[in-house]
């Protein structure tokens, strides 16, 4: 795979930015898909002030009527004479949702979806995904860490660029729309602008990118796509091995993808040089269906953390130890995972403040805090036998996301 890189001439960064934006979209599952319909009508009132271009010598009412037009193109409201108002739902609409599920078909597996960080489903995305780019007029590459980028330079566009993006990448059996929405949404965006002749016209440069890596699952360790890019990704990580003794840099070295410490810290996008950053992402959750809105703009993000425990006890066998003499790590897991659910469910049963909180804190742990056993094993793994260790692992979110719902 050829991995182009920017020259050092086009800054480009990613680390936490000044303007972030996060939309959660619940899909509806309808014929004509009303929600991605008012979607759009959110990204669109986001990526109009940018489009909108006004010349000093302009005269007022010239103004008025370009900023009209725009809005209804951006909108696609209202009914003027020459306006488009069908939102260009060939595009924004059928072409988006063939397109979502075209990528839900690109699997490591037959019976599911699952596209892991370098796997054989990620590499066959690639180029899929640069094509969709170049077909709404953008330059792409690929990173070092196989990150997918697509980026339009107006002519006469200020330095600093706007990202919108989301990942690649899914858990195991995920669905079609986490992570490909974001990566979906942004591009067919920005080729309405193409087919209106206005890409040209944005006010700054906009980047769309497919992070290689948000969910963690291959090398259990997060992020690790855009991590590089906010220059916070260690060094070391590129050692991290899989279940089958691959190395992080392996993976990539296998897929042509030749990186090193030097160039892993070439990847860090220089903060100034980024404007803002938009993800639109689905919800994940039950809570916008469950009120009836169609979408959401979220106010706070998950921290997570991971956990691996392994607990141990006596191996022997199943039929002859006797009850009383046993020291089974099964059972005490099982212990364990229903404490570890009755804390999150009743914090304040279980915690107490010191000098480093407050009663708030405890009071916002209580209608926040989630915890899921999402892996366990055992040794030896026999029906007859009484493990000898069990491992788990732990997964938890400090906050969740808070929701400003939008009556639309």
């Not at 003027?80 to 059928?94: F, M, P, V």
């Not at 959750?285 to 009836?292: A, F, I, R, T």
């Not at 066998?317 to 009383?324: D, Y």
Request: charged content about 15%; some cysteine.
């Amino acid at each position: 795979m050829a991995v182009p890189y920017p020259s050092s001439s086009s800054s480009r960064s990613h680390p936490f930015l000044s303007h972030v934006y996060h939309t959660s979209f619940h899909h509806h599952h309808h014929h004509n898909h009303p929600s991605l319909v008012l979607f759009w009508c959110l990204v669109f009132s986001l990526l109009s002030p940018l489009a909108l271009s006004s010349s000093s010598s302009s005269s007022s009412s010239s103004s008025d009527s370009s900023s009209s037009s725009s809005s209804h193109i951006s909108l696609g409201i209202g009914e003027t004479e020459g306006t488009k108002h069908d939102l260009h739902q060939a595009i924004l609409r059928d072409e988006a949702v063939a397109r979502l599920h075209e990528l839900g078909q690109v699997s490591d597996a037959a019976t599911h979806l699952e596209r892991t960080f370098m796997s054989p489903a990620s590499i066959r995305a690639i180029p899929l995904i640069r094509g969709w780019m170049e077909d709404a007029g953008l330059s792409t590459w690929v990173d070092y860490m196989g990150n997918v980028h697509g980026r339009v330079e107006p002519k006469n566009g200020s330095s600093q660029a706007l990202l919108i993006g989301s990942h690649m990448d899914t858990v195991i059996d995920a669905g079609k729309y986490d992570g490909s929405l974001g990566i979906i949404s942004a591009i067919s965006a920005l080729k309405v602008l193409k087919i209106d002749g206005r890409l040209g016209e944005l006010k700054r440069p906009v980047e769309v990118i497919a992070f290689s890596d948000e969910e963690g699952v291959r090398f259990q360790s997060t992020f690790l796509g855009s991590a590089a890019l906010a220059g916070i990704m260690p060094v070391s990580r590129l050692e991290v091995t899989d279940k089958s003794g691959i190395s992080v840099q392996d993976a990539l070295k296998e897929n042509s993808i030749d990186i090193t410490d030097e160039n892993l810290m070439q990847l860090k996008y220089d903060p100034a040089s980024v404007w803002g950053y938009v993800e639109v992402h689905i919800e994940q959750g039950p809570v916008l269906e469950w009120v009836g809105y169609p979408l959401g703009v979220v106010k706070g993000i998950a921290g997570q953390t991971r956990l691996k425990v392994t607990v141990k006890g006596s191996q022997g066998h199943a039929g002859t130890v006797p009850m009383s003499m046993r020291q089974d790590p099964m059972t005490g897991a099982a212990e364990l995972i229903v404490l570890l659910e009755s804390v999150c469910k009743n914090p304040k049963d279980y915690l107490s403040c010191n000098v480093q909180c407050n009663e708030d804190t405890v009071e916002s742990l209580a209608n926040s805090l989630v915890c899921t056993v999402g892996e366990i094993s055992t040794w030896p793994s026999a029906s007859n036998v009484i493990p000898g260790q069990v491992r788990q692992r732990n997964y938890s979110l400090l906050c969740i996301y808070v929701f400003s719902l939008l009556v639309l």
